[in-house]
């Protein structure tokens, strides 16, 4: 229980009975006293200046506003001393207490965070080891609740003792100088260049998630990351949200595109003709894709069909899920876990379902996509795919622009083509699983790429 009821009192000098020499009475005879509460707590010292310093530092604190711990007698900056960790075990501390409610993906953010500040955040003792190995300890072995470090490769665990020894209090990062130094380790690639927006964005949540449990163990008074001594002289990345139209290209090189995939090898390609066609005439996500099932396919032998899905199955890989899959089944992106998505697809998405399912069937859970051995969709599988249809459909200098880079430039293509055509922006972000305040941020660009079509509707009526 903390207080501001606090009393201070006179040094008290205690004697033995019938010690007549100093040397016989009490080692530290001079006791501070004070109460807090109800309680009174006593703190015995050699000198009486000893004993009056100490009272003098407990008044400061009362002055300063801090409140008292009844029962340690305490004020909260000395707490906070007691409670002093070094940020690796502080780091650690956190990770053991959220791992279980974190889904796979944000252990990985977490995990990547710490493995950019944790290595800055050191004093300079002998013995440092290599920046790889001490990278791939923290990746490996620090974070990870299901792993004893007695199990690591001796590489790992020298690295990861080192560590222990050389890592900073976490209190240091109340110094503008160390927080500086974490804070321009999340904006920086492992070779010293700028990182991206979004990873700086990333990493900085995770440091940032990391603070905040400093405070609520009171650790820290403060989160000083949001404060002001981030480094005056820095600047984060700057965030590029906005997509570009040269990424999106039209709907017939689309179409061009989702033809060639295809062409793609004599197995693999066509498996994933329906899965790309799927991110643009739907405007789904690559996770969503994964766990769509033929329950949830409204596939008419005419005209227009529907796609209804619940799930998403992000690939985090083996060592950040419960199961040790590479996959994980989550509800869909910023929704509630049993919400759903309905999403209407165009007769040529239906025809490349359909003909998807009489070649290829569906798994024992009625998923669409599976490998050749009916496992879940690799991420790196359809990049690959994805990447030998551009140099099948793209001229050399198409390859070199930004045209189609990635899948999920798909998914772009497919809002752009229904902003294009007109259709509500409140219903286009219904559709592609988003906010309006998201679509709008997003697709502002892309927007402005649209004068033409707005000229050409309000022509007629000028």
């Known amino acids: 229980m903390m207080t501001f009821d606090v009393q201070f009192y006179k040094v008290r000098v205690r004697r033995k009975p019938g010690a007549k020499r100093r040397e016989d009475n009490y080692p530290k005879p001079y006791q501070a006293r004070w109460r807090v509460g109800a309680k009174v707590h006593p703190k015995s010292f050699a000198t009486e200046d000893l004993a009056e310093g100490w009272l003098a530092e407990l008044r400061a604190a009362a002055g300063r506003g801090e409140k008292f711990e009844v029962e340690s007698g305490l004020p909260q900056s000395k707490l906070r001393e007691l409670r002093d960790v070094t940020w690796f075990a502080h780091a650690v501390e956190y990770a053991h207490a959220r791992w279980a409610d974190m889904a796979g ?150 179409r061009h595109m989702l033809t060639m995939v295809s062409y793609v090898g004599r197995r693999q390609g066509p498996r994933f003709a329906a899965w790309f066609g799927c991110m643009y005439y739907a405007m789904m996500r690559p996770e969503e894709v994964v766990g769509l099932r033929r329950s949830g396919c409204l596939l008419p032998d005419q005209g227009w069909g529907k796609l209804t899905f619940s799930t998403s199955n992000p690939a985090p890989g083996k060592q950040w899920t419960d199961d040790g899959g590479v996959h994980e089944e989550r509800g869909l992106k910023g929704r509630g876990k049993r919400a759903s998505r309905t999403v209407p697809i165009p007769p040529a998405l239906v025809a490349m379902l359909r ?108």
């Open 105 to 254: 993906k944000t252990r990985t953010g977490m995990v990547e965070s710490f493995m950019a500040v944790t290595p800055v955040l050191v004093r300079d003792v002998p013995g440092r080891p290599d920046p790889d190995v001490l990278r791939a300890a923290l990746r490996a072995w620090a974070f990870d609740p299901k792993r004893r470090l007695e199990d690591a490769p001796r590489r790992f665990r020298e690295a990861l003792t080192w560590l222990e020894k050389a890592s900073l209090p976490v209190s240091a990062l109340a110094e503008a100088q160390h927080l500086g130094a974490a804070v321009r380790a999340c904006g920086r690639k492992l070779d010293g260049k700028p990182a991206a927006a979004d990873y700086f964005s990333r990493r900085r949540r995770g440091f940032n998630a990391a603070l905040q449990y400093a405070v609520m163990r009171q650790r820290l008074a403060e989160n000083p990351l949001a404060g002001k001594d981030i480094p005056s002289d820095w600047r984060p990345p700057k965030t590029e949200e906005e997509v570009d139209p040269r990424a999106i290209g039209n709907p017939a090189k689309a």
């Open 355 to 462: 003909e998807h399912v009489e070649r290829f069937g569906c798994g024992p859970d009625g998923r669409l996509f599976r490998s050749e051995q009916d496992n879940p969709i690799q991420p790196s599988t359809y990049w690959r795919v994805w990447q030998r249809t551009r140099e099948l459909a793209l001229t050399p200098e198409e390859r070199e622009g930004p045209l189609l880079r990635r899948p999920y430039d798909l998914r772009h293509a497919g809002v752009t083509y229904r902003l294009n055509s007109g259709v509500p922006a409140t219903q286009v972000a219904r559709w592609a699983g988003h906010s309006v305040e998201v679509l709008q941020r997003i697709y502002a660009q892309v927007w402005t790429e649209m004068d033409d079509v707005w000229i050409d509707r309000m022509g007629d009526h000028v």
